[in-house]
Each structure stands twice: as C-alpha cells, then as structure tokens.
C-alpha cells in the first residue's frame, strides 16, 4: 500500500490561514469516508486532530477543520499561533483493515 | 485517563528478535482494536500491524508479515509485538495506539518505544 502524498513543508504568519492537502487514490481517501489527521511535534506522540474527514474530537480548537474532495483531503487551519507549528500527518483506512499514512506536512508559524 | 505505555524497544543485530509490550489502563482494553505504528528517524508514520479485541482478527503490513506476530492478554490489559529476523530498515520509534474500530482513527497513543537494528 504506497503512502498518501503531502506537501512535505507549509507556512503562515500568525493569524492567517493554511491548507494541507492529502491526496490519495480511490482505494483509501476516494474510497471511505474515513480519513484522519494527526498534529506531532518533535519527540511527541501523534495527537488526533480530525477524524472521519471532517469531525473534530473534544478539546481540539475550532481553527481546525477537515474536507474531503474525490481523493484528496485537506486539513485547514485557521488563525494561525505559535503553538500550531508541528508536522501533520494525514491518513485513510484502505479496506481490510489497512491503514496508510501520509508522509507528514511541517507547519512553519512565521 | 486513558494511557498506553511501550516497553521492550533497544538494540539488536540483524536477523535478531525483539519483543515489545504496551501496557493499557483507563480503558476497557478488551472491548479494542489495538494497533503498532511506527515512525523511521526523521520519517512519517507507517501502520505495522492491528489485532482486534478477541485476538481473531489480525493484519500486518506486507513490509512485516511473515516476521512480525502481534498478540494482547486481555486480563493484562497488554498488548505485545513479536519482532523476528530483524532488518536495519526496521529501526524505528514503535508506537501502540488504540483504534476505533467503527469510525477508523487512533485516539489514544502512547509515547512510543525505540527500536534499533544494527550490527
């Protein structure tokens, strides 16, 4: 199963928008609506920031949001801050209990 | 407070073995889909291997099926990962994660585990 392809840098100035996008095939992100994104920073563990494309878990800040169009999802972030700069990672269930990930986006808060 | 905690990583030759461990509390682990993830230096995120709660499902990347044996002990609330014929490209930070199984995400991690082959 090949990874989904991320843009492997993005950037904003606190305040401003920015969008990751994941773009995969229609056995994973065209397939299911069941795509994923995951904030990491350096030496931390992956933290869940949307799931099921669009949904936000408790806790996460309502800067984040999630789309999906065809194979390719995106994850928005809005109102940058400091505290946002971390590489994401998007993913997509891919039938049969498969999971696959994308190679991971760093966000630069300028 | 849900916690996943990894144990077991460090160094090992090639073609070696290697065991790693997940101890789970604050959840019921015997109702979950529990998965390894694993993290290459400087590398994003690969899923390794998935086991669901009563241990009769079970997949494995292509990368480690045929090495790898992922198991749990429900009345341990752990779950393992049994490493063989260990390869240089296995190096890795291994994580567990919990997987909601319905909804396809991972709401839980813990803090992973290094793992190093090398002679």
């Known amino acids: 199963q090949s990874a989904l392809t991320q843009p492997p840098s993005a950037s904003g100035s606190p305040g401003q928008s920015v969008t990751i996008s994941c773009t995969g095939t229609?056995?994973?992100?065209?397939?299911?609506?069941?795509v994923s994104w995951y904030q990491q920073h350096p030496d931390k563990a992956p933290k869940l920031m949307i799931s099921e494309v669009n949904k936000r878990p408790s806790g996460v800040p309502d800067r984040f949001s999630g789309s999906k169009s065809g194979n390719t999802a995106s994850l928005t972030v809005s109102g940058l801050q400091a505290e946002d700069e971390a590489t994401y990672y998007c993913?997509?269930?891919?039938?049969?209990?498969?999971?696959?990930f994308g190679g991971g986006t760093k966000l630069t808060v300028l | 407070e849900v916690q996943l905690v990894e144990s077991g990583g460090g160094l090992v030759r090639p073609g070696g073995s290697l065991r790693l461990s997940c101890a789970a509390s604050g959840l019921t682990f015997s109702t979950y889909t529990m998965i390894w993830v694993r993290q290459a230096p400087g590398k994003g995120l690969e899923w390794v291997s998935s086991i669901g709660p009563t241990s009769t499902s079970v997949s494995y990347s292509d990368s480690v099926k045929g090495r790898f044996t992922i198991s749990r002990d429900n009345a341990q609330n752990s779950l393992y990962l049994q490493m063989n014929s260990l390869r240089a490209e296995d190096t890795a930070v291994y994580y567990c994660?919990?997987?909601?199984?319905?909804?396809?995400?991972?709401?839980?991690w813990g803090q992973g585990t290094l793992v190093t082959v090398s002679s």
């Open positions: 994660a919990r997987w909601r199984f319905s909804e396809k995400y991972c709401d839980f």
């Open positions: 229609s056995s994973d992100v065209g397939g299911y609506n069941y």
């Open positions: 993913s997509s269930y891919a039938g049969t209990n498969n999971l696959v």
